[in-house]
């Protein structure tokens, strides 16, 4: 008789659909390891996995692989510590869970980014133009035996346009993509793994769950790893939690949390000490660092400012040239034309308003940027951050890898009372807030070069001071290298001062002493040099140098010289004294032989000269960074995975906290009410927070950090500065920042720390890791979005003369005085070149003086640019180019009140006696050519007015005399728009392709007349603006 079967049996599990599977058999056993990776594909059932995921994540990472026993673990993966996989079992792994590497978002097929490229943005406007040109002429040719071949230029014409621009923006995305490919590839990682009981050195990529694998110093952790066997072993976790230290690891559980135990050790953290051996428990995206990669992915970046400006001026222009045109080619019905004619009118009218250029002249300045900030460092993967970065006014910033470093620099001096700084930011010549010829500073110089042992590397002879390369102890490496760059070359000093004796840095002595040989040593005695401890070398000295004079040290002195280390050092610095003394040559004469181990001369009674101090983690160029930043009115908040002690102190020295300012514990229940001069908040307190308070802590509080964050708390902390109308740029080299900078508005990542990962999801990768790199991409941000405004004034412009050639030409009933061929030449040729030269423009005042822009108050098109563009500098354009029109007119016979209403005779082919003013009879031939000549007259003018246009758009308010003309990319523009037009009128052929024909010379004149007019307006409208600043002319034409 068979057994009852219970709600646990194998055949019930199987059957009834509504019972979960524990993937386990009926007597208890794991059936498999199951593996779910991150959705490879975008249905919806796989995106429901990925959110759930991420909601797992978001709570915790919560895994028992590190609590159960090794023999359970091994029984479960189904393999054994001694032999490890078969290389049968590990290819079955490898077919079932995939290649041990993260996946990729999917990008869209090319054909599909070129179809893009082709029919999107203005592309769509002008396929509607070549629509209608190529309907014109079919219907025209059912009308007429003999039909004109102007409208299928003009229609193949427009395609070529659409063609040209099209290619050019998707080769310059294509290699946009290529870049962030070559990147990607930043790491190949091998690791060593036992199979079949032999050790074998394989890709990581071909790693399995349940292979034994060997870790040792100096190598990546390829996967997630549960430890049965350390020595010695220690990792560096800080590009997952943000920990500087090393951290021990062990095959001991010691926490239930995954990320806290010793006994696991997590894909793309390094072994810094140690060798161990390990079962491998997860892959690929399973990983920890799988699932926050997953995670960031989530949190898709919005759209960056400029993106936005360029889709609303896109949509801007669009709709008006759609409006515009249907508008008019009813009005032009109403009043009269045949409606294939008012459809011409229309594709003129749409051409006319649509600056086809200007998503090209926009690819082209954003790329010239990030030519510029490529050579400053800053590698940008995306074009469009560049302007964004300008836009910044939060800066979130990672404290590992980011703010801090190994290397000493002299940031301060004390000497005659009084603390001077030296500008750790230039690399060469820095800044110094004290006189260098000072008595007292050069002795002070003079010993901190000789008694010291430190050179520079001969190989770096070529490099700035700042940059060059070493040998010797970090501190004397470090007074090297300040003496060099503020007095110039320190082998001189040295080679005055011949080194008779060197006693080296003793660590219980506290100092290290020099004797040297002076030009007047056989008289006044050898020099001897300390330097050391503050305190032991204060108690060696008996005087001390105060503005050129020797004085005994009493209590004063003491308690300004303690005061003034306690000032250096609560900067978080090393302070280092410095001393000197020359022995009387009575006792120590011309070639007496000093003795280093039995020291034969005095070590006390010495002269002190006065304190350096260094800077001490964190990078040279932070704190001047910083406070550039500060100045800019850029928030720096720091967010770290550190202890809050150790986070305040380096935020305390880098300059993110203020040194007058103490920072406050910011709890639950100490939230600001009030302003807040400087707090610091640990992830703890922040996980008690709403979102309310979390925003109140951001509004109200001056001064930053936060401390023990979790990568989803950066990722909030983003967020709420979004939230609350920040553009925020997120800097990092973690893993544990990949989330964070994949979801900012520009992310920065470093390229010799960074994760892989991170470097694949930033938007900008430092190649020097310097904080200070981001300063000079802020500035050229903010450079790129003025120029972005002068190109749009530039490029804009023009559209009002070609607009209203039109109008006038439909209102007035007047011959057209400007093609749309001709019209295509002034956007894509003449145009083209000189609106890409203000891109080159250098800054007219101190950008990081101003606050950053509000992307939805100050957007790149106002209504005030529009008012200059169209309303002041278009409608001179449009004036010379009339004026020109109607002279050419004139003296040909065709005054103006004879050109009013004398279009439809004008255009029929069948009229060949028409009368000028004068009486004069034109054949239709004739008439096309002096009309062809007038349109030439008038494309010259306005290209001559450009000119002027280019010449004063270079300056907001700055006179044409102040801004000499030092660009030299605008000064070949000029040149070569003035060779385009005289090409396109004169050379063979422009009648019949461009529908131009020549012209005097003498008809340059009015263009040339009115570029004069036009440049004395600017003058005088500038002129104003900067005499009576917020009067109306000012406030209405400051672009």
């Not at 140690?274 to 989530?298: E, F, K, P």
């Not at 470093?405 to 005659?416: E, I, Q, R, Y």
């Not at 010797?472 to 760059?485: F, I, K, Q, W």
């Not at 303690?562 to 004469?589: C, N």
Request: aromatic content about 8%; overall charge negative.
């Amino acid at each position: 008789m068979l057994p009852e079967l219970d709600k646990d049996d194998a055949y019930r599990m199987a059957t009834c659909t509504d019972i979960e599977d524990d993937n386990r058999t009926a007597i208890g056993q794991v059936k498999s390891v199951r593996r779910v990776p991150v959705s490879r594909s975008t249905t919806i059932a796989s995106r429901a996995t990925e959110m759930m995921d991420i909601e797992f994540l978001k709570q915790e990472i919560n895994i028992d692989d590190h609590r159960i026993p090794i023999h359970d673990l091994l029984n479960r993966l189904l393999t054994d510590i001694n032999t490890g996989l078969s290389p049968q079992q590990a290819e079955v792994l490898l077919q079932r869970d995939g290649p041990n590497q993260i996946t990729a978002p999917v990008e869209p097929p090319t054909w599909v980014r070129f179809v893009k490229h082709m029919f999107g943005g203005f592309a769509m406007l002008m396929w509607l133009g070549a629509f209608l040109c190529f309907a014109h002429h079919s219907v025209e040719s059912g009308i007429h035996k003999e039909v004109s071949s102007e409208n299928i230029v003009l229609g193949f014409a427009l395609i070529i346009v659409i063609i040209i621009t099209g290619v050019f923006s998707f080769i310059q995305e294509t290699k946009e993509n290529e870049m962030k490919e070559g990147i990607d590839k930043y790491f190949t990682n091998t690791c060593t793994v036992i199979r079949d009981g032999i050790e074998n050195t394989i890709d990581s990529k071909e790693l399995v769950v349940g292979d034994i694998i060997l870790l040792k110093m100096g190598e990546q952790v390829p996967a997630d790893i549960r430890l049965f066997d350390a020595r010695n072993f220690k990792v560096d976790n800080s590009s997952l939690t943000g920990e500087s230290e090393p951290q021990w690891r062990s095959h001991n559980c010691t926490h239930e949390n995954a990320l806290l135990t010793e006994n696991l050790v997590f894909y793309s953290t390094f072994v810094v000490e140690g060798t161990a051996r390990g079962i491998v428990v997860n892959t690929g995206d399973m990983t920890v660092v799988g699932r926050l990669s997953a995670y960031s992915l989530d949190h898709e970046r919005r759209d960056t400012p400029i993106s936005k400006e360029i889709t609303r001026f896109i949509h801007l222009l669009t709709v008006s040239a759609c409006c515009l045109g249907v508008f008019f080619f009813c009005l032009a019905f109403i009043v009269g034309y045949y409606w294939i004619d008012a459809i011409l009118f229309m594709i003129g009218i749409i051409v006319a308003c649509v600056p086809e250029g200007i998503l090209a002249i926009v690819t082209i300045a954003l790329s010239v940027t990030a030519k510029r900030m490529s050579n400053k460092n800053c590698l940008v993967k995306n074009l469009e951050a560049v302007e964004t970065l300008g836009a910044t006014s939060v800066i979130i910033t990672d404290k590992t890898g980011t703010l801090t470093s190994n290397k000493l620099t002299v940031a301060h001096v004390w000497f005659d009372n009084n603390i001077g700084e030296i500008d750790t930011a230039a690399l060469e010549n820095p800044t110094v807030s004290f006189e260098t010829s000072n008595h007292t500073w050069k002795n002070l110089a003079r010993v901190a070069i000789l008694c010291n042992t430190a050179e520079f590397d001969q190989t770096s002879g070529q490099k700035p001071v700042l940059a060059r390369e070493t040998i010797g102890d970090p501190t004397d490496s470090a007074l090297l290298r300040c003496v060099e760059s503020v007095e110039g070359d320190a082998a001189v000093f040295r080679q005055m001062h011949r080194t008779v004796l060197h006693i080296p840095f003793n660590p219980e002595a506290k100092i290290q002493v020099s004797v040297h040989e002076c030009a007047d040593f056989q008289t006044n005695g050898y020099l001897a040099c300390m330097i050391g401890s503050p305190d032991i070398l204060l108690q060696r000295c008996t005087t001390a140098l105060i503005n050129g004079q020797e004085r005994r040290i009493d209590q004063d002195y003491k308690n300004a010289y303690y005061y003034a280390v306690t000032e250096l050092a609560g900067l978080g610095e090393t302070v280092v004294a410095i001393a000197d003394a020359r022995l009387p040559p009575q006792s120590y004469p011309p070639g007496f032989k000093f003795n280093g181990s039995q020291v034969n001369f005095p070590v006390n009674g010495y002269r002190l000269l006065g304190l350096m101090s260094m800077i001490d983690p964190p990078k040279a160029t932070v704190p001047d960074a910083i406070s550039k930043c500060r100045a800019a009115g850029v928030k720096v908040i720091m967010v770290t995975g550190d202890h809050p002690a150790t986070a305040a102190a380096i935020a305390k020295s880098v300059g993110i906290i203020g040194m007058e300012n103490q920072a406050t514990a910011i709890t639950l229940t100490s939230t600001p009410t009030s302003q807040l001069p400087a707090g610091i908040v640990t992830g703890e307190d922040l996980e008690n927070m709403t979102n309310e308070m979390l925003e109140d802590v951001l509004l109200r509080t001056d001064e930053l950090v936060f401390a023990r964050m979790k990568p989803e708390q950066k990722l909030q902390i983003v967020e709420t500065c979004q939230r609350l109308g920040a553009v925020v740029t997120v800097t990092g080299d973690g893993i544990n920042d990949a989330a964070a900078i994949r979801r900012a508005d520009v992310g920065i990542a470093m390229a010799q720390t960074g994760a892989a990962y991170t470097i694949k999801c930033a938007d900008i990768v430092l190649l020097d890791d310097d904080f200070s790199s981001i300063v000079s991409g802020i500035e050229e941000g903010r450079l790129m979005f003025e120029n972005l405004k002068k190109v749009l004034l530039y490029a804009l412009s023009s559209n009002v003369p070609e607009l209203a050639a039109f109008l006038i030409s439909m209102v007035a009933q007047i011959p057209l005085p400007l093609g749309i061929l001709a019209v295509l030449v002034i956007d894509l040729g003449t145009d083209l070149l000189p609106a890409v030269s203000l891109a080159f423009e250098e800054p007219e005042t101190d950008l990081m003086a101003h606050q950053p822009r509000n992307p939805d108050t100050d957007p790149l098109l106002t209504e005030q640019l529009l008012f200059l563009s169209y309303g002041q500098l278009g409608l001179i354009q449009a004036a010379a180019g009339f004026f020109t029109y109607f002279v050419i007119m004139s003296e040909n016979g065709f005054k103006p009140d004879r050109l009013i209403g004398i279009r439809q005779a004008w255009e029929s082919k069948a009229l060949n006696d028409l009368r000028d003013t004068y009486g004069q009879e034109w054949t239709y031939d004739d008439r096309k050519t002096l009309e062809y000549q007038c349109q030439a007259g008038f494309l010259m003018s306005v290209v001559i007015v450009q000119w002027a246009v280019l010449i004063s758009t270079r300056s907001r308010r700055m006179s044409v005399i102040q801004r000499p003309l030092n660009n030299w990319v605008m000064n070949i523009a000029l040149g070569f728009e003035t060779i385009l037009a005289f090409l396109v009128i004169y050379i063979p052929g422009s009648r019949e392709g461009l529908q131009l024909a020549p012209i005097s010379p003498l008809w340059w004149l009015p263009g040339v007349a009115f570029a004069v007019i036009l440049i004395a307006y600017e003058e005088l409208r500038k002129a104003i603006a900067r005499k009576h600043k917020g009067s109306w002319i000012d406030n209405e034409t400051r672009f």
